[in-house]
């Protein structure tokens, strides 16, 4: 009897299940691998290590897990297409045949002129092949996300086409994981997009990428014609740019492309957005011919009601509703997901909507369960691509009628457990952020006066010169690290190395010359891991990497809480180099907006909030420096002009008064004789940007800045300004008088009275030889100035 209810309650859920099937879809799943498999296998290629077909079986292999894992998770749509050895937008360029000429005449393979392409190629001549050189195409930040995309290089050559000599990849990975009995949605860059994100070449400068269109749009056809016939009912079309102010221009193109798309025939288009919002650019959106769209509700919640309403509500569209986070690695709330999903359904049925990621998951890490040393309550918190992809179809399943509850109730506890943990609250720092007003974050006095001060106590020359902190990491610096970590070497071992490092590094910038000296940071594994290292309120993963550009991964630590500085960070290291020299020791910390951009930051209290909390932790280290006699403090922002909300407006106009807030929280506290530097590099900075830190010297990346309009803006700040004058991220040795010429033409538009000598950036990535000739030239040509005035 019991048995027979059973199985009647059983067909009664499973037809109500068929009724109202709410689907599951990940927009990407990161192609790492979780032991980082592709870095490895790439950089092996790269030296010489594999061969190609090697390379391209480790590619296969990839995928096929990670199509696997998605099928075997109940995922309902599972991408495509989102492998890359490099960079997707690359792989478009590399197959619609948007080749500048250069990488194009070596009779390179297809894989070798993506790589090209994508990182610069250097190879001497042999018997048999000639000498290849030629640098990378311009690497650009996606959008406000820490991954970099090669940007597509256009010139009036270009001549779109399908360039099958690799393969058709969109096509090609569809039959690949159909033969392997899985069903997936190709996903691929929309044309607005890649010609919007892409650049004019040297030689064409005259070209705008967007006109472009026409001439585009036959080759997309071409290529979605064929992913129809080989199968596909779907394509995921990504045209992220919507979530930026657009042009009236760009937006009208969006009606022209995709009326064009939908004359051929192509499978369903499911048009997708993320990162934002798209509310501003929503007219260009009604009536496009596409069979739905994916919005993303994590960043852009706020936007629900009014692009359901005007694209979905009334229309036979499907409508994507982006969740589960694709950027962060917190746990879903499943109780407030499903009150969104409950609403969607409300609005356009259950057969309509898709439950899916807010983005691709290639932001996230690739699997919790690799984290064999965190602190089990944090872990429970957490979620990386693997658990996302469960949480998908957990979400979709529940609202298709399916019994999830124990996962319900799980979550429910883990996201309770989180709200009441004292490990996230931390009441003295909240009291003490109450303290945060006009006066503690203001210099006792103007720049000026503060200037005369430190100039009678410092007596620096005219074009002083200086560094931006660190030294070349030597392999040795990093084994002794690495035994440090792992118990080999004992703590009064690591610190006389550490000792000895510095020892070197200062006797050699006395030798070279430098007037303000810095003591390398040997110790530090990474500028933000270190101080996060040493801060409450963060976590650390073992394996959490993330793909920053190409072969490049990096291992962002967490905010779980509020910010905190139990003890001193940097003292010891800086008070031993000043012992040891009579010149100024140069203490050096990252900045507050630089910490919280570069880790994955909380998502239950605001960006300002732990960005102000990071301010007063760093403020502490700063006024304990000043304490301890280094007096000379450089608190590093590179990351400050990338934190850029995406569009005009207020958000972004707040950002940059908070986050020149915090900066001031950090460093105001000291006396007027202290000075303050800071250091800006990746990104073409504004100066009305930088004038709110109010920081006594700034150091910018400037090496391969010509324009001279850039340099005009910065002749107008008041502060000092050190122009980086060489690029430390080339072996290359400027000469001393490539350095004076340098100089000279900067000196026409900018004052000799505030004016700093020193290189773009630290010089870790460098190595001593190198190191040694640059700065030895860049300080005489320094002294030849100094000379003549
Ligand atoms: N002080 C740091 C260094 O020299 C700055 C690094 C950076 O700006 N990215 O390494
Ligand atoms: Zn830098």
Request: with cysteine; proline share 5%.
């Amino acid at each position: 009897m019991e048995v027979i209810e059973n199985l009647i309650k059983f067909e009664i859920v499973k037809s109500n299940y068929q009724a109202t099937m709410v689907q599951s879809a990940v927009l990407g799943f990161p192609r790492i691998g979780g032991q980082r498999e592709l870095k490895k296998v790439t950089e092996s290629y790269w030296k010489g290590g594999v061969s190609t077909e090697d390379l391209l079986t480790k590619g296969k292999e990839l995928r096929a897990h990670n199509w696997k894992l998605q099928k075997e998770a109940g995922v309902d749509v599972i991408a495509s297409n989102d492998f890359s050895f490099y960079d997707q937008v690359l792989d478009l360029s590399l197959l619609f045949n948007a080749i500048p000429e250069r990488y194009t005449k070596f009779d390179l393979a297809p894989i070798d002129i993506l790589f090209a392409m994508g990182r610069g190629l250097q190879r001497k001549a042999t018997e048999t092949t000639a000498a290849v050189d030629v640098t990378a195409l311009e690497m650009v930040k996606w959008f406000d996300s820490n991954y970099h995309y090669v940007r597509p290089t256009f010139s009036h050559a270009t001549e779109f086409k399908l360039n099958t000599a690799a393969g058709v990849k969109p096509v090609d990975e569809y039959l690949e994981a159909k033969a392997l009995g899985i069903e997936t949605r190709p996903v691929i860059v929309g044309p607005v997009s890649y010609l919007f994100l892409g650049k004019a070449d040297k030689d064409s400068l005259d070209l705008e990428p967007i006109s472009l269109l026409d001439k585009v749009l036959p080759v997309y056809k071409e290529l979605l014609s064929k992913l129809k016939a080989a199968g596909a009912t779907q394509v995921q079309i990504d045209e992220p740019i919507l979530v930026l102010d657009l042009p009236q221009e760009v937006q009208d193109k969006f009606a022209v492309a995709y009326k064009e798309l939908a004359s051929a025939d192509v499978p369903e288009l499911i048009f997708t957005t993320y990162f934002g919002d798209v509310r501003p650019n929503l007219a260009a959106l009604k009536d496009l011919p596409v069979s739905g769209f994916h919005f993303d509700f994590v960043r852009g919640a706020e936007q629900f009601d009014e692009v359901v309403d005007a694209l979905i509500v009334g229309t036979n569209k499907t409508l994507s509703v982006g969740i589960v986070d694709g950027r962060n690695i917190w746990k879903n709330d499943f109780s407030k997901s499903t009150a969104l999903i409950s609403k969607a359904i409300e609005k356009v049925g259950a057969d309509k909507v898709v439950v899916a990621t807010s983005s691709s998951l290639l932001h996230t890490p690739v699997d919790l369960e690799n984290e064999k040393k965190l602190d089990a309550t944090i872990k429970d918190w957490f979620s990386f691509a693997t658990q996302k992809v469960d949480e998908v179809v957990t979400l979709a399943k529940n609202a298709s009628g399916e019994d999830v509850s124990q996962k319900f109730a799980a979550n429910a506890a883990s996201i309770k457990s989180r709200k009441e943990s004292s490990i996230t609250t931390n009441p003295k720092v909240q009291e003490r952020m109450a303290t945060i007003n006009e006066a503690l974050s203001t210099r006792k006095s103007p720049f000026p006066e503060r200037l005369a001060v430190q100039q009678t106590k410092y007596n620096l020359p005219l074009f002083p010169t200086t560094t931006i902190g660190s030294f070349p990491q030597t392999k040795d610096i990093r084994i002794n690290r690495n035994k440090f970590a792992k118990g080999e070497l004992s703590a009064e071992d690591y610190d006389a190395f550490i000792r000895s490092e510095i020892d070197l590094v200062v006797k050699f910038q006395e030798e070279v010359g430098l007037d303000v000296l810095v003591h390398g940071e040997p110790e530090r594994n990474d500028m933000v891991q270190y101080f996060g290292e040493q801060l409450d309120g963060y976590a650390f993963t073992t394996n959490g990497w993330v793909q920053s550009y190409g072969s490049r991964y990096v291992r962002p630590p967490v905010i779980v809480g509020d910010v905190s500085r139990p003890k001193a960070m940097t003292v010891k290291e800086s008070v031993y180099a000043q012992s040891i020299t009579s010149k100024p020791m140069k203490g050096m910390l990252t900045g507050p907006v630089t910490c919280l951009r570069w880790s994955f930051p909380r998502d239950d209290v605001s960006q300002k909030v732990q960005s102000l909390q990071l301010g007063l932790a760093l403020r502490d280290e700063v006024q304990d420096l000043e304490a301890a006699g280094i007096t000379v403090i450089q608190v590093d922002e590179p990351a400050i002009r990338e934190g850029l909300p995406l569009r005009a407006g207020k958000e972004r106009s707040d950002y940059l008064n908070w986050a020149a807030q915090s900066f001031r929280v950090a460093t105001s506290g000291v006396e007027n004789s202290t000075q303050i530097h800071s250091h800006f590099c990746y990104s073409d900075l504004d100066p009305n940007h930088i004038k709110a830190l109010d920081a006594d010297v700034v150091s910018i990346e400037f090496s391969k800045k010509d324009d001279a309009n850039y340099i005009q803006e910065f002749s107008n700040y008041p502060n000092h300004i050190g122009l980086g004058l060489f690029d430390i991220h080339s072996p290359r040795i400027p000469s001393k008088e490539e350095f004076i010429s340098r100089i000279e033409e900067i000196l026409k538009v900018y004052p000799a009275e505030k004016f700093w000598v020193n290189p773009d950036c630290g010089l870790k990535t460098r190595g001593w030889e190198e190191v040694r000739a640059s700065l030895t030239n860049m300080v005489e040509a320094a002294k030849y100035f100094r000379e003549k005035s």
